[in-house]
């Protein structure tokens, strides 16, 4: 390979809104033949929204935002932002669904909180009632993981499985060691996501969507861009990523990784070609091999057509 020609390559890709580490990575992405891509913040929106509140018997709808919220205002995760926007009200998405008119979390004071990567969150929340004040330890995430720590989610379980074959995202709050309430989220498919999958398949490489959400969200999301259900790898830790990616290697795949998040840095460093949304954090794209710079997924396709042709040139 000339080092002219990659160079003329990684120029071109430039212009295509492709920023490619080193020349020599076009080597890599002509060879790929599978395509991992991360669903939220990739194939989807990565912008949530908070669609219901669905409190359990003698739990106030007010009291499971409240509480949810506190604890998830100093949290990150695409979940936390859209519970913390629903409850001050603030956020556009929500200004027509629940939390248009706002909670008051304000006068909340939180300790202890913590952030489990692929679970949720927890803290202590103290509240000012009529001048007594009241502590409360608060988790806020996935069902499988508050049973694990102690909390009885069977008042719960039911809107969460139906909420989740709906292909929504289902988290509960939970404090005092109790199951409080249910909150149902959305995030919708980028427009542009089905087309990129038909180009990317049309290319020959064959996509498979990897995510930490529940399963029925997960196919939900694969059926809108054509992923078969076969394709799909739900409930997977951020640490399992980077696993998931070598079990496809070790089948004797090439493959590339599409990704936005902290959680996928890992997966992003291990795969033979790693690519990061330009829209994404800063971890995952100096894991990557390669930048989509505004975050279109139709440019991964465009990646691989550039780096054949240059190469064929050479050649
Ligand atoms: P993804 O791969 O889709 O970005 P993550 O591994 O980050 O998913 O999270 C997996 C699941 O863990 C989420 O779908 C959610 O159920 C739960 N979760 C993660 N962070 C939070 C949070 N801050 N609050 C509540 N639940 C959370
Ligand atoms: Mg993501």
């Known amino acids: 390979?000339?080092?002219?020609?990659?160079?003329?390559?990684?120029?071109?890709?430039?212009?295509?809104?492709?920023?490619?580490?080193?020349?020599?990575?076009?080597?890599?992405?002509?060879?790929?033949?599978?395509?991992v891509l991360d669903k939220t913040g990739t194939v989807t929106e990565g912008r949530m929204a908070l669609v219901d509140v669905l409190p359990v018997a003698g739990t106030t709808?007010?009291?499971?935002?409240?509480?949810?919220?506190?604890?998830?205002?100093?949290?990150e995760h695409p979940v936390a932002r859209a519970i913390a926007a629903a409850a001050d009200g603030s956020s556009q998405e929500t200004a027509s669904g629940v939390g248009a008119d706002g909670v008051a979390i304000g006068a909340d004071q939180v300790h202890d909180f913590r952030a489990h990567a692929g679970h949720g969150v927890s803290g202590v929340v103290r509240t000012a009632h009529s001048g007594v004040g009241l502590s409360r330890r608060v988790l806020v995430g996935r069902?499988?993981?508050?049973?694990?720590?102690?909390?009885?989610?069977?008042?719960?379980?039911d809107a969460v499985r139906r909420a989740e074959d709906d292909g929504a995202t289902a988290v509960v709050v939970a404090w005092d060691g109790a199951a409080r309430g249910v909150l149902v989220l959305r995030d919708p498919v980028k427009p542009t996501s089905a087309q990129a999958v038909a180009e990317l398949r049309a290319l020959g490489l064959r996509p498979v969507l990897l995510t930490g959400d529940n399963l029925g969200a997960a196919r939900a999301a694969a059926r809108s861009v054509g992923i078969a259900e076969d394709d799909v790898i739900a409930q997977v830790l951020p640490?399992?990523?980077v696993a998931q990616v070598q079990r496809l290697q070790a089948e004797g795949r090439r493959v590339a990784m599409v990704g936005d998040g902290v959680n996928d840095a890992a997966a992003?460093?291990?795969?033979?070609?790693?690519?990061?949304?330009?829209?994404?954090?800063?971890?995952a794209i100096e894991a990557a091999d390669l930048?989509?710079?505004?975050?279109?997924?139709?440019?991964?396709?465009?990646?691989?057509?550039?780096?054949?042709?240059?190469?064929?040139?050479?050649?």
């Open 1 to 35: 390979a000339t080092p002219t020609a990659l160079l003329v390559g990684t120029g071109r890709g430039a212009q295509l809104g492709i920023l490619i580490k080193g020349p020599e990575i076009l080597e890599n992405t002509r060879t790929v033949d599978t395509v």
């Open 61 to 75: 709808r007010d009291d499971a935002l409240r509480y949810a919220a506190a604890v998830e205002q100093l949290a």
């Open 143 to 157: 069902t499988g993981w508050l049973r694990e720590e102690g909390v009885d989610t069977t008042p719960v379980d």
């Open 239 to 241: 640490a399992d990523k």
């Open 268 to 283: 992003l460093a291990t795969a033979d070609l790693g690519l990061a949304m330009g829209t994404g954090t800063d971890v």
């Open 291 to 315: 930048t989509l710079v505004r975050g279109d997924l139709r440019t991964a396709g465009q990646a691989v057509r550039l780096s054949r042709k240059t190469l064929s040139v050479i050649r």
